[in-house]
T-cell receptor
Framework: DAGITQSPRYKITETGRQVTLMCHQT?????MFWYRQDLGHGLRLIYY???????DKGEVPDGYVVSRSKTENFPLTLESATRSQTSVYFC????????????FGPGTRLTVL | AQSVTQLGSHVSVSEGALVLLRCNYS??????LFWYVQYPNQGLQLLLK??????LVKGINGFEAEFKKSETSFHLTKPSAHMSDAAEYFC???????????FGTGTSLTVIP
């Protein structure tokens, strides 16, 4: 089905473990984004990508790593998870950047114990 | 520095009453402004966006927003609330010439029957 999907939808892990959140889109959009949503903060941009092999930091990139070897995939890795990374993570994609609509995935709820 | 501020984290209105959700931005250059809606356990979806054309922007589901440069505001309105409007609403801004999006902290709208 066309759209943007995220996996897993729910994840519980322990402090210090590596976790990878997956994002896949079928529109061939150039831009992809990772956000985290926390109470009192709204959504904050972690990383974004303008194309395959082109990524850049957002507002809160520390503790996260991204890669984009294929246009359709944009995984987000927490190399050593911390409790402060407990959050809901949203992936989004858009055709362009300036005024283009961002299409959001359903989110991944991550709990770090 | 906060780029977008949403006044009121919770707003309650009666069914059929006017909906007014407030958003103010800070930018020294022309911004692009967006309103997104989030239903429970879902990702965000675009309601409307301001792209420097008409200052009054009409969106989906009867919502509209007016860009007021003098007040640095982009408030969201709907003449008559419906039960299905109950959701979380986010204002977002993209600062021209910067590849960053900033979201407000969100306003939870409750519609009372």
């Amino acid at each position: 089905d066309a759209g943007i999907t995220q996996s897993p939808r729910y994840k519980i892990t322990e402090t210090g473990r590596q976790v990878t959140l997956m994002c896949h889109q079928t529109w061939s959009h150039s831009y992809m984004f990772w956000y985290r949503q926390d109470l009192g903060h709204g959504l904050r941009l972690i990383y974004y990508s303008a194309a395959a092999d082109i990524t850049d930091k957002g507002e809160v990139p520390d503790g996260y790593v991204v890669s984009r070897s294929k246009t359709e995939n944009f995984p987000l890795t927490l190399e050593s998870a911390t409790r402060s990374q407990t959050s809901v993570y949203f992936c989004a994609s858009s055709e362009g950047l300036a005024v283009d609509t961002q299409y959001f995935g359903p989110g991944t709820r991550l709990t770090v114990l | 520095a906060q780029s977008v501020t949403q006044l009121g984290s919770h707003v309650s209105v009666s069914e059929g009453a006017l909906v007014l959700l407030r958003c103010n931005y800070s930018s020294s250059v022309p911004p692009y402004l967006f309103w997104y809606v989030q239903y429970p356990n879902q990702g965000l979806q675009l309601l409307l966006k301001y792209t420097s054309a008409a200052t009054l922007v009409k969106g989906i589901n009867g919502f509209e927003a007016e860009f007021k440069k003098s007040e640095t505001s982009f408030h969201l309105t709907k003449p008559s609330a419906h039960m299905s409007d109950a959701a979380e609403y986010f204002c977002a801004v993209r600062i021209s010439r910067r590849n960053q999006f900033y979201f407000g902290t969100g306003t939870s709208l409750t519609v009372i029957p």
